[in-house]
């Protein structure tokens, strides 16, 4: 069954505290995405990635960072430095051939 | 900057209404528009898209779009909806073809009354 998953759903931390959120696809996709959900704001993106070991920041990168070892995985870190971290964060991947991108279940984070 | 607007933020429609749901974008070269949808819970889904050809794209679930250049709108369309269409409504685009960025709109929350 393909699919990308994302874990955890729901996801607590204190202020201060640096969280991981975790990303894994089986469509064998290349380009990864992050997107940050807010109400009334649509989506945002965070970071992207077209290929393994290469990624770029998105137009909200700050107080974030990915890695992408591999091209079925790309983790991203929430860090302290992320004034506003509570949100729905949503991964997505996306085909060689079109443009059209597969997203996850999302994870949503607070933090207080 | 490249943006897309969406200028209904909250509808809300009695079953068997027509909806249209407005999608206007900020580029004057070469796009590939979308249109997602997410229903309550679950996951963000594609509901349609145009990259190019007949600008009348017709998707699942009986939706359809209008990619109107001219007017740089992208407008969603049912005939008649119903309990089931009840979701958030997202427009997309990617912008000149180079780095597959999807830009979206700040999305549309459509709440169909059975």
């Known amino acids: 069954d393909g699919g990308i998953t994302q874990s955890p759903k729901y996801l607590f931390r204190k202020e201060g505290q640096n969280v991981t959120l975790s990303c894994e696809q089986n469509l064998n996709h290349d380009a990864m995405y992050w997107y940050r959900q807010d109400p009334g704001q649509g989506l945002r993106l965070i970071y992207y990635?077209?290929?393994?070991?290469?990624?770029q920041k998105g137009d909200i990168a700050e107080g974030y960072s990915v890695s992408r070892e591999k091209k079925e995985s790309f983790p991203l870190t929430v860090t302290s430095a992320q004034k506003n971290p509570t949100a729905f964060y949503l991964c997505?991947?996306?085909?060689?051939?079109?443009?059209?991108?597969?997203f996850g279940p999302g994870t949503r984070l607070t933090v207080t | 900057a490249q943006s897309v607007s969406q200028h209904n933020h909250h509808v809300i429609l009695s079953e068997a209404a027509s909806l249209e749901l407005g999608c206007n974008y900020s580029y004057g070269g070469t796009v590939n528009l979308f249109w997602y949808v997410q229903y309550p819970g679950q996951h963000l889904q594609l509901l349609l898209k145009?990259?190019?050809?007949?600008?009348l794209v017709k998707g699942i679930k009986g939706f359809e779009a209008e990619f109107i250049k001219s007017k740089f709108s992208f407008n969603l369309r049912k005939p008649s909806v119903q309990w089931s269409d009840t979701a958030e409504y997202f427009c997309a685009v990617t912008v000149g073809g180079a780095t597959n960025k999807l830009i979206f709109g700040t999305g549309t929350l459509l709440a169909v009354q059975p």
């Open positions: 990635s077209q290929i393994v070991n290469d990624f």
């Open positions: 997505a991947s996306r085909r060689t051939e079109t443009y059209e991108q597969y």
């Open positions: 145009y990259f190019s050809g007949d600008p």
